[in-house]
C-alpha cells in the first residue's frame, strides 16, 4: 500500500524524535496501522544542521512549500511559538491535511480557532504530545475514561519544574543551574520563563480541562504562579511537616464553577504525586465511576514526546479513512454539546494554606495572629514556632540590633482563598511582623 507521508515543521527536540521512532519502528507500526509511514519532508531555519543529522528527509526552510505539497497527506508541527506556526497550521488545514501538533502554548491560546477551521475541512488537530510529554493522558481523558463525570484532575505537568523543584530539595543545587542542565538536555522551552512561571503549565492545564470538562479552551480563565520564589527555607519547613512542595495544575469542577489554577503546592508526602521528581510527570484523575486514577512518565524528551506525537500520527492515518462523524471528537464531546462553565476567581478558590511570617519575638506576637485567624474563622491545623535567630545576625534586624526573629509556620484548614487574603493583609500591617508573609497553598488530593 502507498505510504502516509509526513511533513514534519521543525526538526530539533521533538521532530528527530518523531523521525527516529518511525524509522526505528517502522515495521510494528504498519503492523498496526496497515500501511507504512514515512517522514518525507521537514523544515527548519538551518538547513546546514538539519542536513547533517543525515536522516532519509527532504529538508527545506520554506514551510509553506510542505503545508501546500500535495504529496504530503499528514503536518506534524515542533517548531513551536505562535507564528509562523499558527499560519502554517490554517493552511495545512485548508489544504485538507491533518495536523499534529506538540504546540501547547498555540492549542491553549488559538486552540478553538484551529479546532474548528478543521471541522470545516473535515480533518484533525491532534495534540497528545502537547501535554505532559510522553504521558497518553488527552487518549486516556477522552477515551479511556469517557464513562465518567470528571470531578477534578491535578497534575504535575511541567518537566522542567519538576526537575528543578527535585534537585533543589533533594541536592540543594541552585535554581539557575539546574535550569541550565534541563535547557541542555532539550526539555525547556525556546523561552524557559514559560517553564519556571508556570505559563506552560497553564497552557497544558486549560486543554486538559477541556477534555474533562467539556468546554472551549480557555487558557485566560487559569490563575498561573511560578516556582521562582519558592525558598530552600519552605522547602525544608514544608518537610518537617510532612509535606513536599510541587508545581501542580489543578482543575476542579464545583457546584458554582470551575477552579484552573497552576501554583507550588505543597502535598503530604504518602501520596504518590509528592513522589514524582525529575522530569517525571503525573496526572492524577478523579471520575464519578471509577475515582481515581494516576497516569505516570517522561513529561518532556526527544523520544518520549515523540511517542505520543506518533501515536496521533497513527490515529491521524485511521482519520485518512474514517468520515469525520465516525472519529473521536477533538475536545472529546460533541461539538455542540461543549459547555459554557462559570470560570471562578481566586477569592472564590477553596484550598488549605502553608503561611511563613517572620516576627518580632516579642511576647503576644503569636496570640495577636492567631486572633486575626479566629476572628476571621479560619481554623488552624498546625502552628510552628522555629529558633529564633538573633537581630544582629539575622537579615531583618530591628533598629536596635538586639530582637531576635522568629519565622513562624501556620497550616490553616481549608478555606475560601478571599479570607486568606484579608488575614495575610492584617498580619502584614502589624509592626511586629518584619517581612512579606510567604503564602504557598496546600492540597491533600
Ligand atoms: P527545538 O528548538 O528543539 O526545535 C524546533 C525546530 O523547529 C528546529 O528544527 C527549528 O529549526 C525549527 N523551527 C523553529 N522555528 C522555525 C521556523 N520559523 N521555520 C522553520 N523551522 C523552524 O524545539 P522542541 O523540539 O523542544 O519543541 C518543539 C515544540 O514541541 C514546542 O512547541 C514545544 O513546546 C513542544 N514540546 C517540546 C517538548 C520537549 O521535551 N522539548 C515536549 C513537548 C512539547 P532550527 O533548528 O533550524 O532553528
Ligand atoms: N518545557 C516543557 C516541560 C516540555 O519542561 O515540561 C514538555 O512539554
Known amino acids: 500500500m502507498k505510504p502516509v507521508s509526513i511533513g514534519l515543521l521543525g526538526l530539533g527536540t521533538v521532530g528527530q524524535g518523531v523521525a527516529n521512532i518511525l524509522l526505528r519502528n517502522s515495521a510494528e507500526i504498519e503492523r498496526r496501522t496497515g500501511r507504512p509511514i514515512r517522514v518525507t519532508r521537514a523544515a527548519v531555519r538551518n538547513q546546514a544542521k538539519a542536513e547533517a543529522l543525515a536522516l532519509d528527509i527532504d529538508i527545506t526552510t520554506d514551510a509553506d512549500s510542505i503545508v501546500s505539497d500535495p504529496d504530503i497527506d499528514i503536518v506534524c508541527e515542533a517548531m513551536g511559538g505562535e507564528e509562523p506556526a499558527l499560519q502554517l497550521l ?12 506538540a504546540n501547547k502554548a498555540l492549542i491553549a491560546v488559538h486552540g478553538n480557532e484551529l479546532l474548528e477551521a478543521a471541522r470545516d475541512s473535515n480533518v484533525s488537530v491532534s495534540y497528545e504530545s502537547a501535554v505532559a510529554g510522553g504521558i497518553p493522558i488527552i487518549k486516556a481523558l477522552r477515551e479511556g475514561l469517557a464513562a465518567n463525570r470528571i ?3 491535578a497534575g504535575i505537568i511541567n518537566g522542567t519544574g519538576n526537575f528543578i523543584l527535585s ?3 533533594e541536592k540543594g543545587r541552585s ?9 541542555a538536555l532539550g526539555y525547556a522551552e525556546a523561552d524557559p520563563t514559560f517553564d519556571v512561571e508556570g505559563i506552560d503549565a497553564a497552557h497544558k492545564l486549560a486543554i486538559m480541562a477541556s ?6 479552551l480557555q487558557f485566560d480563565a487559569v490563575y498561573t504562579e511560578g516556582i521562582s520564589h519558592v525558598t530552600r527555607e519552605d522547602v ?3 518537610d518537617e511537616l510532612g509535606y513536599r512542595i510541587k508545581h501542580l495544575g489543578l482543575a476542579r469542577k464545583r457546584q458554582d464553577g470551575v477552579e484552573l489554577r497552576v501554583h507550588p503546592t505543597l502535598i503530604p508526602e504518602k501520596r504518590l504525586l509528592a513522589n514524582v521528581n525529575g522530569v517525571m510527570n503525573a496526572v492524577l484523575v478523579h471520575g464519578d465511576a471509577v475515582g481515581p486514577t494516576l497516569y505516570y512518565g517522561a513529561g518532556a524528551g526527544s523520544e518520549p514526546t515523540g511517542s505520543a506525537m506518533v501515536a496521533d500520527i497513527i490515529d491521524a492515518v485511521r482519520c485518512l479513512h474514517a468520515e469525520p462523524a465516525h472519529r473521536v471528537p477533538m475536545l472529546a464531546f460533541q461539538d455542540d454539546a461543549l459547555s459554557s462553565h462559570v470560570m471562578l476567581d481566586t477569592p472564590d478558590y477553596l484550598s488549605a494554606y502553608y503561611l511563613r511570617l517572620h516576627a518580632l519575638d516579642q511576647p503576644g506576637v503569636l496570640a495577636t495572629v492567631t486572633d486575626i485567624f479566629g476572628k476571621l474563622g479560619i481554623s488552624i491545623e498546625a502552628i510552628m514556632q522555629k529558633e529564633p535567630a538573633m537581630a544582629d545576625s539575622g537579615e531583618a534586624a530591628d533598629e536596635s540590633g538586639e530582637v531576635p526573629i522568629v519565622p513562624i509556620i501556620l497550616l490553616t484548614r481549608r478555606v475560601r482563598e478571599g479570607l486568606i487574603e ?7 500591617a502589624l509592626t511586629t511582623i518584619t517581612q512579606p508573609v510567604t503564602r504557598i497553598r496546600v492540597e491533600s488530593l
Open 175 to 183: 535554581f539557575a543551574d539546574v535550569l541550565a542542565e534541563a535547557q
Open 422 to 428: 484579608q488575614a495575610i493583609d492584617r498580619i502584614q
Open 90 to 101: 490554517h493552511k495545512a488545514i485548508a489544504n485538507g491535511k491533518h495536523v499534529v501538533t
Open 167 to 169: 534537585e533543589m530539595a
Open 236 to 238: 525544608e519547613f514544608a
Open 151 to 153: 470531578q477534578w484532575l
Open 211 to 216: 477534555v474533562a470538562f467539556g468546554m472551549p
